[in-house]
């Protein structure tokens, strides 16, 4: 049973917090060390009703449910309140029979407890299951397992560019032989040269980023080799490193996994 408090002017209130009005009734019944067979609804009733109250004093909301089951309770007060029948019959108890006005509300807590003891069987059951079966992992631990690798291994894209620019400002300073037109090379055939090139070079000679540019003077040809190259790097075909700040890049081949 859980526990909630709640400020009122300058002292603090502590008010057990109940599921519902059975939950509350069970409380007041064990509480009182009562028979459930012969509740005394008077007690219960002036007990059940100052529990509301100081409910309402301290701004909690009272639920539909609870004033219904108040209303209940005062209804089997009044009418145990009324005189008996003068013939009433008597049974083997000595006692008066008839229909007690309490029997419907024991019945109703008799159940509401039986299902109350299975439940908290079956919360037991699920907290040892978790003790058995349960398993606490660390994402940090398992994080490396999801990381892909970086195919731009330490390289900036800032050092790509740079490297781009330094390119360009060759080519523009280097006069052209002939104004020749030449057939323009797409990206895709591009990339195929570049991988074809990049492969059957030996593991321990990689290929320098600005060398595949030196046979292409057109700014125009320029762009399509740096555009097939970061698709390749993109689709993981290469990849480019750069092995101290502001060195050379390198493009290796990714091993096929």
């Keep these: ?13 502590n008010l057990p917090v109940f599921e519902g009005p059975f939950d509350l009734l069970v409380h007041l019944i064990e509480k ?65 029979a008839g229909d007690d006005p309490r029997q419907e509300l024991v019945d109703k807590l008799l159940e509401y407890r039986k299902y109350k003891a299975v439940a908290e069987l079956l919360r037991s059951r699920e907290v040892e299951q978790i003790a058995v079966y349960g398993r606490v992992v660390d994402p940090s631990t398992m994080s490396h397992l999801f990381q892909e690798e970086n195919p731009l291994e330490g390289v900036m894209l800032g050092d790509i ?9 060759r080519q523009e300073k280097e006069e052209p032989v002939a104004d020749i037109p030449r057939e323009e090379i797409s990206i895709q055939v591009r990339m195929q040269e570049l991988l ?54 390198y493009l290796i081949e990714v091993p096929v996994s």
């Design 196 to 249: 074809e090139y990049i492969t059957t070079r030996p593991k321990d000679d990689p290929v320098v980023f600005s060398s595949i540019f030196h046979e292409h003077r057109r700014p125009g040809e320029v762009i399509v080799t740096f555009l097939a190259v970061l698709e390749l790097v993109r689709m993981k075909k290469i990849r480019a490193i750069q092995r101290s700040p502001l060195g050379e890049i």
């Design 161 to 169: 560019l740079a490297a781009l620019r330094k390119v360009l400002n």
């Design 32 to 96: 009182n060390k009562v028979n459930i067979y012969d509740i005394p609804i008077a007690q219960i009733t002036a007990e059940y009703l100052a529990y509301l109250r100081q409910m309402e004093e301290i701004d909690l909301e009272v639920t539909s449910s609870f004033l219904l089951m108040a209303a209940q309770l005062l209804a089997i007060k009044a009418r145990m309140l009324l005189p008996k029948p003068p013939k009433a019959p008597v049974d083997d108890d000595g006692e008066e």
């Design 1 to 13: 049973m859980t526990k909630a408090g709640s400020a009122v002017t300058a002292y603090q209130v």
